[in-house]
């Protein structure tokens, strides 16, 4: 690893050996992370790197891109067996801009859209007021229900027949519960709108049959490559046929340029890893995984928002602590556990200090371990969450947490 880069320049090569090493001696447990494989890696590194391919394949605009459309044509042939989608972009260049591609491909400037509201599990581009999202369209902002904490589809699909939408978005990024894809898309065709789902946080579980897919059902489906589906850090827009034209002028020449050929070359080594049978393993095992996590922070006394999960996530609700969620990543990262700090659905908090940490198991999942293993990180994240403020705990805990990652390595010897 890093051959060339400790030849010719060794500052940076030391900070990516640190960054290594942290990966491999912490429980990396933000639920939109993951490890990818050395191949993706190498990939990433190619000299498809050096090229402009601006266009689709056998339609671009320089030339030289005979390998490049090969590498293009092969990731797209490969995702569209993944998620059985009709068409597929390959060149956003992630979550993100993908999402905005969606909007500018197919509504106009000031559509009504609805999508569920950041604070209570959604995404900054399904409309958060801050967002471009938020300023170009106007959004209407569904959420989770005060009590189950879950989505509550009777009340949402009476929203969407008030508000007449002409696009609804669906997905999250801090909800830990099964989406219904079928009962959005069945609202979105009561009052004719598109239906978007973003399933970013979850491709990889779709993939693995571990939780439903929005296809058949979907007219458009982003996703991000580097998430559940273990791939390089970028995103792919899927449609129905009859929007593939709007998604692909969209995307270039609307809102880039040249794609990134060498994630592209990653994307297809990761959707080939994707495609094997034992991804369906990998993903089945992140939510095994995550359901026992949830059940042993339950037995320590700790509260899960809706009071377990369906999926690879976990928001936790720190409030009966006494432990902020800024308070509880500091501690846990001194004992070697990366979480995120997170908003609760209704927090009394405010985002930069929330009443709760977001954790995840697909990258714990990546290394090997299993229920066994979450039982003992489950008993780890719970005693420095409890002993926050207590240095010698927390030495105690990285010192398990260490153990744990001698057990499970990652990237082998330096
Ligand atoms: N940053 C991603 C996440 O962590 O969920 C969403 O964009």
Known sequence: MLEHVRLTDPHVSDIIRHELVRQQTVLEMIPSENIVSSAVLDAMGSVFTNKYSEGYPRKRYYGGNEYADQVEELAIARAKQLFGAEHVNVQSYSGSPANVAVYFGLLNFGDKVMGMALSEGGHLTHGHPVNFTGKAYHFVQYGVDPKTEMLDYDAIEKQVLQEKPKMIVCG???????????????????????????????????????????????????????????????????????????????????????????????????????????????????????????????????????????????????????????????????????????????????????????????????????????????????????????????????????????????????
């Open 172 to 414: 999250a990024t801090a909800y830990p519960r099964t989406i219904d894809f079928k009962r959005f898309a069945e609202m979105a065709e009561k009052v004719g709108a598109i239906s978007f789902a973003d399933i970013a946080h979850i491709a990889g579980l779709i993939v693995a049959d571990a939780h439903p897919s929005p296809f058949p059902y979907f007219d458009v489906v982003t996703t991000t490559t580097h998430k559940t589906l273990r791939g390089p850090r970028s995103a792919i827009i899927m449609c129905k046929e009859k929007y593939a034209s709007a998604i692909d002028k969209a995307v270039f020449p609307g809102l880039q340029g040249g794609p990134h050929d060498h994630t592209t070359a990653a994307k297809a080594v990761a959707f080939g890893e994707a495609l094997k049978p034992e991804f369906k393993t990998y993903g089945q095992q992140i939510v095994k995984n995550a359901k026992a996590l949830g059940e042993q922070l339950t037995a320590e006394g700790i509260r899960l928002v809706t009071g377990g999960t369906d999926n690879h996530l976990l928001l936790v609700d720190l409030r009966n602590q006494n432990v902020t969620g800024k308070q509880a990543e500091t501690a846990l990262d001194q004992a070697h556990i990366t979480v995120n700090k997170n908003t609760i659905p209704y927090d009394p908090r405010k985002p930069f200090d929330p009443s709760g940490i977001r954790l995840g198991t697909p990258t714990l999942t990546s290394r090997g371990m299993k229920e066994s293993e979450m039982k003992q990180v489950g008993q780890l994240m719970a005693r420095a969450i409890k002993g926050w403020d207590k240095p010698a705990e927390l030495a105690a805990v990285k010192s398990g947490v260490l153990d744990l990652c001698k057990q499970f390595p990652i990237y082998g010897d330096l």
